[in-house]
Structures are given as C-alpha cells and as structure tokens.
C-alpha cells in the first residue's frame, strides 16, 4: 500500500465514523490520562489524528472518571490551561510506539516524506490543544466528560 492509499483509505473510514473518539486513559507512563494517555504514545492513534484534523473529522474526547475528576482539578489548580498545554508539548511522534514495528517505521517514513517530525507534532500539539480547550470549557460548566456516557 502506497502513502496516498494509506492516507485515503483512513480517511473513508474516519469520514464514515463521523467522528474520532479519543479515550484519554493512562498509558504506559501511569500519568493521569488526561496528561498522558495511551493514545498519545502509540503512532497510530497519533496519525489518525493527524487525518482527522486534516480532514476537519470532528474528535470527542473521553476520559474515564478518576481521569475527568484529575483534569477538572487541574483546570482549577494555579497551572490551569498552562499545566494542561505543557502535558501536550511532550507528545512526541518520534518515540510513540506500534505493536508491529515495520507499521511504526513506515509511518514514521510517511511522516517525514510529507512534512517532517517537528511539523508532525507541532500540528498534533496545537490541535489537541484546540480539543483540550473546548472540553476544558465543557468542565467549567459541569458537562461530563466520561467516556461511559457515550457508549
């Protein structure tokens, strides 16, 4: 499969979705996962949501609920947005891992033909932020942010 099949066959499946769900639960780490969810380490979640912000697919994200109760109390806390923003500058593409590694390679190969690793993660970043801001507004007037009400 070649670059362009691999971007549009993702892309027909997002698109048929509707929308992206990102469960923010822990990864590996066992930070809380709204500052480091499992998602965020593993190269193919990162590229499906570098294709849906592409691809301008709506994302929902989740968290579970001792998760969504640490993002509130981060939100809260003296760091707020600005505590919240530095957990997604640490996303970093180049060290996210797959289960098959000639899945990370080449899609690490797809992220440097294209635009390069530090484009990559900068658009990542400053999209996640864009979600994180809107669920951050979502908790500032007590709406839920648990993935089991969507489900």
């Not at 670059?3 to 780490?29: D, H, N, W, Y």
């Not at 301008?56 to 806390?77: C, H, S, T, W, Y």
């Not at 390679?105 to 979600?131: A, D």
Request: hydrophobic share 45%.
């Amino acid at each position: 499969m070649n670059q362009q099949e691999l971007l549009e066959g993702l892309r027909s499946s997002l698109q048929a979705c509707g929308t992206l769900v990102l469960v923010c639960m822990p990864g590996p780490s066992g930070a809380p996962g709204w500052m480091a969810p499992a998602p965020f380490e593993r190269i193919w979640c990162l590229f499906e949501l570098y294709v849906a912000l592409t691809s301008e697919i709506p994302i929902m994200v989740q968290f579970g609920q001792k998760d969504a109760e640490d993002f509130r109390l981060a939100l809260n806390n003296s760091g707020g947005r600005a505590h919240i923003d530095a957990a997604l500058e640490k996303i970093d593409a180049e060290h996210a891992q797959a289960s098959v590694p000639t899945d990370r390679g080449y899609i690490l190969g797809v992220v440097e033909r294209e635009m390069g690793m530090e484009h990559f993660n900068k658009f990542i970043r400053e999209g996640l932020k864009r979600e994180y801001k809107a669920i951050s507004q979502l908790a500032a007037f007590g709406g839920s942010l648990l993935a089991s009400n969507t489900f």
